[in-house]
C-alpha cells in the first residue's frame, strides 16, 4: 500500500520547488502526497530561518504534531517526522534536543539523500539509537543525484536555476543556511523547462537566492548569464511566460536589460529588492551598492522596458536607523513607484554580522515605521491595480476561484486577476477586460474572440 507524505512548506519559493523534488524522490519508494498531516507516515517541515518569527512556527507546529504522532502510536502506526531546510541547517542537533518528537533533520542540499536518511530513520525509530541528522554541504551537486523532476506542476511552474548567496548582507542567514552561490548547468535547466511544459506548464519562474548571479556552464562550454538563459528558455514552443525572483540589483547586467527589452516571453514585473533607501543604511547592510544605483537600474530598465513594474523587500529598524534614514526610504519609495512591496521589522539573526551591531531601534519605532511604509506601498498598489480598469490584459488562468464558474489567474504585471469563465480555460493566456481594481487583485470579464475553441492544454507526461 502506498505511504503518505504530508510536506509543509514555509517561506521562500524555493522552498516550494524544494519540496516538491522531495515528493519527487520519494515517490519511487512508495510515498504519495497527502494534503493533511493525519494519517501520514511522514510528515516534513520544510522550514525557513530568515525571520524568528518564522522560526518559532516550526516549533507550534512541531508541538502540534506530537500530538498526530501519539495518536498513531496508539493505532498501532508509525509517523515520522522530518524538519527540512533553513531552520534544519541552521540549528541541526539543537531541533532534535529541543522537539524530541523529531526523527529527522536535513538541511536543503542533502534531501537527494532522504530515501537513505529514511531507511536510517525507521532503524532508529524500531532499534532506538542516535537521532539522523544530515546538515552537510556534500560535495556532489544535489541536483545531479536527483531523479527528473516530475514535468506536471500546474500552469505555472518554479525551475530552481541557481542556489546558494555570496552576497554577505549583514543582516541574512541565506549565505550561512544555502551555502555559496551555485548554478546548475543551462543544459540541465532547459531540458527540466521542456519537461514542464510538455507537462502543460505555460509560464516557468526562475528561481535562485540571487537567481540574476547566475552564471551557469551553457551547452558548447562557455559560461552564460541570466540574460542568456533567458532568451534560449523563450525559444521553447508552448513556453509562454517567464519570471525570475529574486534578484540583487548589482547583478542586474546589461544582457539582462536587453533580455527585457527583447523577449516577450519575459513578463514586464520585477521583484528587485532595496531593503533600504538610506546609503548610510545600506551600507551597513553590506548591500553594495547606494541607492543612487538602484535609481539608475530602476531607469535602465525602465527605458527597456516602459512598461516594468516593480515589486521589492524593505526592512525598517535595521540597527541604527534613524528617522532620516527611513526619512530616505520613503523618498525612494515615492520615487520609484512599486506595484507591491514585502516589508519586514528587522529580526536580528544569530550568527549574522548585524546580529552584534548593537543600536537596536526601539520596537514601537520598528512598528511605526513599518505601518507608514506599508500605508505608502498600500497607496501605490492600489492605484497601480486601479490604473488598470478598462485595459484588456492576458491573463494566464490558474485555478478555480471560490464562486462556482470563477477561474483566477495572472496579468502579465503579476496581479492576481478573478473572472467568470469555463474550466476548460485553465493553463490558457486568454484576454481579460479588467473591470475593477482592489487591493490585492483585479476583477474582469473574459473577452470573446470569435475563432476556434483553444486546444485543452498538454497534460501527458513527458520522460525523455
Ligand atoms: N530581518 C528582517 N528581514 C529580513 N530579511 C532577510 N533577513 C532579514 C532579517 N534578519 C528580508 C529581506 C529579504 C527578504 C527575503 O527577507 O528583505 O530580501
Ligand atoms: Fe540574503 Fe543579501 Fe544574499 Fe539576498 S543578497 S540572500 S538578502 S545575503
Not at 548610510?280 to 547592510?285: D, I, K, N, Q, S
Request: glycine residues 8%.
Amino acid at each position: 500500500m502506498a505511504k503518505k507524505l504530508f510536506v509543509k512548506t514555509y517561506g521562500c519559493q524555493m522552498n516550494v520547488y524544494d519540496s516538491d523534488r522531495m515528493a519527487d524522490v520519494l515517490a519511487p519508494h512508495g510515498y504519495e502526497s497527502s494534503d493533511t498531516p493525519e494519517g501520514a507516515d511522514l510528515v516534513i517541515l520544510n522550514t525557513c530561518h530568515i525571520r524568528e518569527k518564522a522560526t518559532e512556527k516550526v516549533y507550534s507546529e512541531l508541538g502540534r504534531l506530537r500530538a498526530l504522532k501519539d495518536e498513531a502510536a496508539r493505532q498501532g502506526r508509525r509517523m515520522l517526522i522530518g524538519v527540512a531546510g533553513c531552520v534544519a541547517q541552521a540549528e541541526g542537533e539543537e531541533i532534535a534536543r529541543r522537539a524530541p518528537v523529531v526523527d529527522l533533520v536535513f538541511g536543503p542540499q542533502t534531501y537527494h539523500r532522504l530515501p537513505e536518511l529514511l531507511v536510517r530513520a525507521l532503524e532508529r525509530d524500531a532499534l532506538g539509537g542516535a537521532r539522523v541528522v544530515d546538515t552537510d554541504f556534500p560535495a556532489e551537486a544535489k541536483f545531479d543525484h536527483l531523479p527528473e523532476a516530475a514535468g506536471h506542476r500546474g500552469a505555472t511552474a518554479f525551475l530552481s536555476v541557481q542556489e546558494g548567496c555570496d552576497k554577505f548582507c549583514t543582516f541574512c542567514v541565506v549565505p550561512y543556511t544555502r551555502g555559496a552561490e551555485f548554478s546548475r548547468p543551462a543544459a540541465d535547466v532547459l531540458a527540466e523547462a521542456r519537461r514542464l511544459v510538455a507537462g502543460g506548464s505555460a509560464e516557468i519562474t526562475l528561481l535562485g537566492q540571487n537567481v540574476n548571479a547566475y552564471h551557469g556552464i551553457g551547452p558548447h562550454g562557455a559560461t552564460w548569464g541570466l540574460g542568456r538563459l533567458i532568451r534560449a528558455l523563450a525559444d521553447i514552443p508552448g513556453l509562454q511566460r517567464l519570471r525570475y525572483t529574486t534578484s540583487h540589483p548589482r547583478d542586474v547586467d546589461d544582457e539582462l536589460i536587453a533580455a527585457h527589452r527583447e523577449v516577450p516571453a519575459l513578463m514586464p514585473y520585477l521583484h528587485l529588492p532595496v531593503q533600504s533607501g538610506s546609503d548610510r543604511l545600506l551600507t551597513a547592510m553590506n548591500r553594495k551598492h547606494t541607492a543612487e544605483f538602484y535609481r539608475r537600474i530602476v531607469d535602465r530598465l525602465r527605458d527597456a522596458r516602459p512598461d516594468l513594474a516593480l515589486s521589492s523587500d524593505f526592512i525598517v529598524g535595521f540597527p541604527g536607523e534613524t528617522d532620516q534614514d527611513f526619512a530616505d526610504t520613503l523618498r525612494l519609495v515615492r520615487e520609484v513607484g512599486f506595484a507591491q512591496a514585502y516589508t519586514f521589522k528587522y529580526s536580528a539573526r544569530p550568527g549574522t554580522p548585524a546580529a552584534d551591531m548593537g543600536d537596536a531601534v526601539p520596537e514601537p519605532v520598528k512598528a511605526d515605521r513599518l505601518s507608514a511604509l506599508q500605508q505608502l506601498i498600500g497607496a501605490q498598489q492600489v492605484a497601480f491595480n486601479k490604473a488598470a480598469i478598462g485595459s484588456v490584459q492576458p491573463v494566464l488562468f490558474e485555478r478555480r476561484g471560490a464562486r462556482p464558474g470563477q477561474l483566477i489567474g495572472r496579468g502579465p504585471w503579476m496581479q492576481s486577476v478573478h473572472a467568470d469563465a469555463p474550466d476548460r480555460l485553465l493553463g490558457h493566456v486568454v484576454p481579460v477586460r479588467i473591470i475593477d481594481g482592489h487591493a490585492n487583485s483585479l476583477s474582469g470579464a473574459v473577452v470573446t474572440i470569435a475563432g476556434p475553441e483553444p486546444a485543452p492544454p498538454a497534460i501527458e507526461r513527458v520522460t525523455a
